[in-house]
């Protein structure tokens, strides 16, 4: 078959067990680091006894190579995964009488995600044209179709992708002390 010649080169020979084995012949060890820098800033500023105000802004990037188990494109490009993420909070507190407080909070969470699409391999841009499977149809020309031999399964990794989460909270919260009773409202 066609198709299966031009598959085959690509399947990794065993490495554990029986050269024989059909399932569980291979083991790889592959690590994935991730890279982590965060920073922040904090500040406090007391107006009066009654009065102060803070702020916290953080930043962060979170980043993996991705590499895959074994050499693409059996199982993807190995396309780095970068997120991102920002925090702003902003809490001010008043203090009326000695047995209230009130606290005010503003806060702003930004976090993004994303993937770049499977590159090239082997100079081949279009695996499904190349393989000469009519009818299939990967998330992207680049990529490897899922193809499965015998419950073993080869997928090329997921299309380019991006997700953007951005929350906003606002909370007041406020704390009342009578004798041995205390009673929060918010």
Do not use: C
């Amino acid at each position: 078959d066609r198709v299966t010649k031009l598959v085959l080169p690509y399947i990794p020979k065993p490495n554990v067990g029986s050269a024989h084995a059909i399932t569980s012949n291979f083991s790889t060890f592959v690590a994935n680091p991730q890279s982590t820098y965060e920073y922040g800033f904090k500040g406090d500023y007391v107006f009066n006894e009654k009065n102060r105000i803070n702020m916290y802004y953080g930043v962060g990037q979170f980043s993996s190579p991705n590499t895959p188990g074994f050499a693409g494109p059996l199982a993807g490009g190995g396309e780095p995964s970068v997120n991102y993420t920002r925090n702003v909070r902003l809490n001010y507190n008043i203090t009326p009488r000695s047995n209230i407080t009130n606290q005010l909070t503003l806060a702003l969470n930004e976090w993004n995600t994303g993937q770049q699409a499977p590159g090239t391999w082997a100079g081949k841009s279009d695996w499904v044209g190349y393989l000469g499977i009519p009818g299939m149809a990967a998330n992207l020309k680049t990529e490897w179709p899922q193809i499965v031999i015998n419950g073993a399964s080869w997928d090329g990794g997921g299309g380019a992708n991006k997700n953007n989460q951005h929350t906003s909270i606002l909370n007041d919260s406020a704390t009342w002390i009578k004798g041995r009773h205390t009673a929060k409202f918010g």
